[in-house]
């Protein structure tokens, strides 16, 4: 099945400065890659996604690249704010049903 | 708006207790999913339903069941509630596409003693 690996676990940046996260997926056939925040004490939310006939998607400050090749894609967050302190996880799925195989996770804080 | 609830924040159980855990969205989805979440781990699948009545195994379905009666309900079931089930529990509801949004009620953390 679909293995997804996600770095780095914790991420500390100054605001204003960028923040990167990356994860690579196993399975060829996965074209639906999600990016997910969850903030203290909430379920997780979408907050981009991106699919797999698209290399790169952006929304205001948040942008995401794919690499179907390399199998790797990333969520890059410009001009970071207090706010956008949070567990982010990413996903990939092929599935039929839309399920989901999800990353361990990196934990965002974003100091002022 | 749509929502995804949760019937508890936080439970507190006995070894050896059946828990039920209750999810209810209102955005008449037919795909309901079950998750824990552990540090380190993400977000791993329980179980997933697809239609009333219809379920199937997710990558960790041992020692859990699920039940889905009505279209908007789908509870979790711990038959007999270990420690090493103390856990974030998420549900979620999503449409019938393959890259339909996933949407999370605010889970269940449980405590097995």
């Known amino acids: 099945g679909e293995n997804v690996e996600q770095h780095p676990s914790t991420l500390s940046v100054q605001e204003g400065d960028s923040a990167v996260i990356k994860c690579t997926y196993s399975d060829s056939a996965s074209n639906y890659f999600p990016w997910y925040k969850q903030e203290l004490g909430k379920g997780p939310q979408l907050i981009i996604d991106?699919?797999?006939?698209?290399g790169e998607k952006k929304d205001q400050r948040i942008a995401v690249t794919l690499n179907k090749t390399a199998k790797h894609f990333s969520l890059h967050i410009t001009e970071t704010q207090p706010e956008d302190s949070a567990v982010y996880f990413c996903a990939a799925s092929g599935d039929s049903w839309g399920k989901l195989q999800f990353g361990a996770g990196t934990q965002v804080v974003v100091t002022p | 708006d749509v929502k995804v609830t949760q019937s508890s924040r936080y439970l507190v159980k006995r070894t050896g207790e059946k828990v039920f855990l209750e999810c209810v969205q209102d955005m008449d989805h037919e795909n309901m999913f079950w998750y824990r979440q552990d540090p380190g781990l993400g977000l791993r699948l329980i179980y997933f339903?697809?239609?009333?009545?219809?379920?199937e195994k997710g990558d960790i379905p041992e020692g859990y069941s699920v039940s889905r009666e009505k279209k908007e309900r789908f509870s979790l079931i711990l038959e007999s509630a270990s420690t090493n089930q103390t856990s974030m529990y998420l549900c979620?509801?999503?449409?019938?596409?393959?890259?339909?949004?996933?949407?999370f009620g605010p889970g269940t953390r449980l405590l097995v003693l």
């Open positions: 991106i699919r797999s006939n698209v």
């Open positions: 339903s697809y239609d009333v009545k219809m379920k």
């Open positions: 979620a509801s999503s449409g019938t596409s393959i890259r339909e949004t996933q949407y």
